[in-house]
């Protein structure tokens, strides 16, 4: 079955990256698609968010503080009409979330990737900025899941009649052993994909991450009164006769 984008979502993407250059980073993160979703406000995603708490001003201000104070020169720009572009500026946990997207509407038999799609393909791709800024209002990311997975499997006065089974699936538990085949071998494919440009190491942009990357972004959670096991994990790292799985 093919899966395509509909208008709204392609509307998210743009929204997205203009929210990226307004940022000014070269990426496309979980958090740059929920401002997209929250744009969309006529759609089940933004009722089912601003139901639960989200305050899109709020959000969106959150977003943009990520990046104060860099002093970084903007990126360059891309056509955000061309689908390969946006793409090029995802952050791997942002194109696991697309792909998610894509697996939630291949299990509801819906060839059309709605904005309600990506938010269930945000959930399930597990912890991320989006999530944790979502989780910061006091939003209940499950209750969300359901009534959002509910409201699109059976959409009124459309679908094929007939009434689904629940899905038995805990959001935000992607990793290996999910249960799902379909999830895990999209865990496998997108986990260590390269960010946008390369690097010139696509070995280690595919097995490891980039945790300097990751601490230049502001994405990684403090560490504070560990420094013994710090240095504790620096000697076995630099071990040079014993293996270090």
Known sequence: MMIRFSERSSRVFQKAYEASLEQSVPYIGTEHILLGILDEEDGMAYTVLSAGGADPARIREAVLSLGAGKTEESPEPVDPSDPEAILSRMMPRTKRLVELAAHEARKMNQ???????????????????????????????????????????????????????????????????????????????????????????????????????????????????????????????????????
Do not use: W
């Open 111 to 245: 060839e059309v990737i709605e904005p309600e799609h990506l938010l269930l393909g945000m959930i399930r791709s597990g912890e991320s900025i989006a999530l944790r800024i979502l989780a910061s209002m006091g939003l209940n990311i499950k209750m969300i899941y359901e009534q959002v997975r509910q409201g699109t499997a059976n959409p009124p006065g459309g679908g094929d009649g007939r009434e689904r089974e629940p899905s038995g699936e805990t959001p935000g538990e992607t990793g290996a052993g999910s249960g799902d085949p379909a999830v895990d071998e999209i865990n496998r494919n997108l986990e260590g994909r390269a960010k946008a440009g390369g690097t010139g190491t696509p070995t280690l942009d595919k097995f490891a991450r980039d945790l300097t990357a990751d601490a230049k972004e502001g994405r990684l959670d403090p560490i504070i009164g560990r420094q013994e096991e710090i240095e504790r994990v620096m000697q076995i790292l630099c071990r040079r006769t014993k293996n270090n799985p």
